[in-house]
Each structure stands twice: as structure tokens, then as C-alpha cells.
């Protein structure tokens, strides 16, 4: 298991973790310059404070995504798509959509698996806004560590209907066909029908 | 400071132990590949999040604190999530880049509706993933009718935010 942990590492303290560390160091530096030790002490004692409040929740929160990820494999989830339509369609892809974890090289596969396998416009734009409002993996690791509970559940009730609005619209928006100008080469992408 | 350990984290962390329960329940490993995973990502991201939360800490206090508030504060209205809608989308990066930077306005005491706002624009419209990944993969027509059909989410939450704000009050932040 040497190998896997060492890239984790590796990855850990890779090119954005310094960026990050530069940046605060820049930070840290002009702070000191332009407002003198006492305001680099209060963004010290603040950010402990921030530290110590948020550990229990982000070392929950990441324990959370992946135990979801773990139970809710992508691609069976992806089957729910496409096998409904009308407004319940629209639902379930925000759902299934907010359920995708990681970035933009998960979802766009997803996304154009589904197209193949025949789900409607409002249900693909109601999947990609549900994933980049509601992407449970960027919520727990990034959102709630950060931005703490509150504001995270403000954020939550304030988005949480919106990508069925925006799958409802794009069912009417006057828009020739729409899908991949060419074969992008993704059919492997499709998802899992195993039966 | 609040309670380390508030209701939040509690329904969190019963939220982790039904989870852990059913991926038990599977007899198939999932407990242990899942909480792994759990694991690995907390190791992956732990270390940043904490440079983020320090650099933020700095940033906030360069911010000049009066100009932040009158352009993005609560008390900035439309004005602040107008701005909030127009910045959003020239944040690459992901999560990395803007949740640290919305923690640092947050704190140099930007509002919550043009924060919201932001966040919501950032990962809807956000220029560099429609380039990289949208247009290449689903086609520029089907990028055009998503963001016609999304045009009105930034506004939208803006106006909901400002709403939720002023029936419950701010968000307390963890600090």
C-alpha cells in the first residue's frame, strides 16, 4: 500500500497546496506591512478559531462523501436517467446530478451518456445545473469546511429548486436540436446497463 | 465561539453513521472502501483547506473592509449581487480558488446574497469549464440553450438570499 499512500501525498501537498501557501504568505506579508502585527495576531487567532470550530464538521463531511460515493456508485445512479420523463425526469436528473461527485471530467461523460442513451434536454440541463448548484462532493469538502453550516444551508435552500426551473425553460427555449457536433469518442462512457 | 461540537456537526455526524450503516449492510466492503475514500480525501484536501483558511484570514484584512461593504454588503442590494452575477464566471480553478476567496470577502464583510450570487454564477457560468469541457463535449448549440435556460438562477438566488437574510438574519460563520 506504499504506492497509493505516497501519491496521496504527493497530491496533498502538490501545486495547489503551495499556490495556496504562497498566496497566504504574500497575504500574511502585506497584511504585516499595510496593518502591523496586531492585524496579522486577529487573522491568526481568527483563523484558529475557524480551524478548530470547522475540524469535527469537514473531517464528518469528508467521511460523508465518501461513504455516499461508496454506496451510491455513479454509474448506478446514472440508470435512473433517461428512464423518465415529464416533470419527474426534470426531478430526478437534479437529483442524480447534485448526487455525481468530482469535477467537470465526471460529469460531462455523464452527461453525454445520457444524451446517447436518449434523456431529453430538460433533463440533461436539469442534470448539469442540479451537479454544479448542488454537487454533494464540493459541498461537503469545500463549502461547509470553509463557509461553515450556515451559510452552506442558506446556499442550499436559496439553489434548490432552481435546476428543475432551468430544465422546465430549456424544454421550451425554441433551439433547433441539440447534442455533440461530433462523436466524441465517449460511447465507452455510457452508463452501466449490466441487465 | 459556538459550541465545537453544535447541532450541526451532531446531525452530520449521525448522518455518517446511518451511512456507514447501510454501506455495512452491503456485506461487500463498501464500509471500508467508503470511509477510505473519506479519509484519503480529508488527507488530499486537509492541507489545503487549512492554507486557504490562513490565506483568506490575510486577504480579508488587506481588503479595504469599507469599500468591500458599501459594493457587496447586505446593505448593497441589487447593487451587490449584480456584481456578485458579473465576477463569477472568471474564477478558474473550482472550488479551490473561490471558495477561499468568498470566505476572505465574507469576512471583510461582503454580503451573503452577492456571495451567493457569485458562487451561483461561478460554477454555472464559469467561462474556463463551458471552453474546456462544455463546448468540446456537448456542442456549442446545447451550451447555448443551457445558458439561456440558466440566464435567470444568479438573479434569482441573489433576491432568494436577500430574502432568506432578512427573515432569519446572517449566517453565523464559525467564528
Known sequence: MRGPRRSLAAEAFGTSFWVLAAIAGLAGWAAWELKGTDAVGSALSSDFDIVVFLLPRMIGGMMLAGLVQAILPPDLVARWVGEESGLRGIVIASVVGGLTPGGPMTSFPIVVAFYMSGADRGALVAYLTGWSLLGFQRILVWELPLL??????????????????????????????????KETGMAEARPGRRR | MPGIFGPGALILWALVGVSFVIAWRHHDGRHVRGSRRGLDMLLVNGPRICVAILGAGFISQILPQDVVAAWLGEGAGWRGIVI???????????????????LALLKAGAGVPALIALLTTASTFGVHRIL??????????FTALRLLSSLAIPPLTGLFAAALVQALGPPALGH
Open chain 1, 148 to 181: 461553515g453550516p450556515e451559510f452552506t444551508l442558506y446556499r442550499m435552500a436559496v439553489v434548490a429548486t432552481l435546476p428543475v426551473l432551468a430544465g422546465l425553460l430549456a424544454r421550451r427555449i425554441p433551439l433547433g436540436p441539440v447534442g455533440p457536433e
Open chain 2, 84 to 102: 456578485g452575477c458579473a465576477v463569477g464566471p472568471f474564477f478558474p480553478g473550482g472550488p479551490l480558488v473561490i471558495m477561499p476567496l468568498v
Open chain 2, 132 to 141: 474546456m469541457f462544455e463546448i468540446p463535449m456537448m456542442g456549442s448549440r
